[in-house]
């Protein structure tokens, strides 16, 4: 353990931070490395926890990598987290398995485990690695993890279980050298639509600046708590939508779908999902990169002729309002959408520490 008494973490594929800043959010915890091949990413990351060393550039650079390894060591990192892609894991890849150059960067993860030998380490990733091929690549998994020593327990957690107001399932490895810490339970409360976003419900398309003054009060504790202090409200800016798509948003009334729109305007699109209303007393489903297009899926507001704009999306993602993303709008999206819900982050890293908490005392 660190001469600290904390967990000090090595951020992998780190995006935009989700995961760190989720984890921030029990003083116990801190990320010291961070590494992402993103450059508008890690700009997001650095500017919003500017006590982390965030390293931009390719895990499989053998510089970069051992300036990561080296870092890492220097900082007395005892944790390392984060969810290597993982394109290989389908039917067709099973005669590789972790050989697979898809899966190449699993395999830098798991790699840069072995150098650093931590008390923990987390992998997220998606739900389907865990049921695969009749659950091979999930055995493979396992069988790395255990010859590498460490304890595992693993599942698929859904966001929303967590004060996320999304459904987000994720498969989680909870992986830790001197004992087995089990995934964490769910906390019984549901927040909605409404409790996230209401209070933002007054841009129409095309309106909004990156910065501006909040205009209605909140409205829930959900959206007192992602306030905070905060005296700015960034990132609150509608997209400017075509006439065609406006026509068309225009025809479908609060919290419905595509199911109102004439045939011959309903695109090619196979999905039912798209073009759909989010609705304000239900969660929303899983936000993508791509929220900020009302053909992409159910992202378009539950009453305004608009997409979600970036700060209703983070909000849907529990990023708490004093966390600004950074980039042009495409960066931006992508960053939201990849993101790990900073909530389901501290929940999981409040498991850790309820597990290991006597071991520093």
């Known amino acids: 353990m660190s001469k600290e008494h904390e967990f000090v973490i090595l951020d992998l594929f780190c995006g935009a931070g989700g995961f760190s ?8 915890f801190r990320t010291a490395v961070a590494l992402d091949f993103n450059v508008a990413a890690t700009n997001t990351f650095k500017l919003n926890m500017p006590d982390t060393d965030v390293i931009t550039g390719d895990i499989t650079d053998s510089e970069i990598r051992k300036n990561v390894i080296k870092k890492s060591k220097a900082a007395g990192v005892n944790m390392i987290i984060g969810g290597p892609p993982c394109q290989g894991f389908a039917m067709k890849g099973k005669k590789l398995g972790l050989k697979d150059k898809r ?32 659950g091979w690549f999930r055995n ?40 087995k810490v089990s995934l964490p339970h769910g906390y019984g409360t549901i927040v909605t639509t409404r409790d996230a976003i209401s209070d933002l419900a007054y841009l ?25 202090s905060c005296q700015v409200l960034y990132n609150h800016k509608a997209t400017n939508h075509s006439k065609a ?35 304000w007393d239900e969660i929303s489903p899983t936000i993508d990169t791509r929220f900020d297009t009302p053909s992409n899926g159910t992202n ?10 970036a700060r209703e999306a983070a909000r849907l993602q529990s990023f708490d309002d004093k966390f600004v993303f950074y980039g042009n709008k495409s960066a931006i999206c992508s960053q939201i959408g990849n993101a790990v819900p900073p909530n389901l982050g501290k929940a999981i890293a409040d498991q850790i520490w309820n597990e290991f908490e006597n071991n520093f005392n």
């Open 21 to 28: 800043y989720g984890m921030h959010k029990n003083k116990n």
């Open 245 to 279: 798509a406006l026509k068309k948003l225009m025809m479908i009334p609060p919290e419905k779908g595509k199911e109102y729109l004439p045939e011959e305007l309903r695109g090619r699109q196979q999905y039912n999902t798209t073009w759909c209303r989010l609705i």
């Open 204 to 228: 129409e398309s095309g309106e909004g600046e990156d910065e501006s003054a909040y205009l209605i009060e909140p409205q829930s504790e959900y959206q007192k708590d992602m306030r905070q």
């Open 103 to 134: 899966n190449f960067l699993f395999l830098e993860y798991l790699k840069i485990v072995e150098a650093l030998k931590p008390e923990v380490f987390v992998i997220e990733n998606v739900k389907r690695i865990l049921t695969t091929a009749d």
């Open 140 to 179: 493979e998994i396992l069988n790395y993890i255990n010859n590498l020593g460490y304890n595992v327990s693993y599942g698929i957690l859904n966001a929303k279980d967590y004060c996320v107001p999304q459904s987000r399932e994720r498969a989680i490895f909870l992986c830790s050298k001197s004992k």
């Open 300 to 309: 378009s507001h539950p009453a305004l002729h608009r997409s979600i704009t």
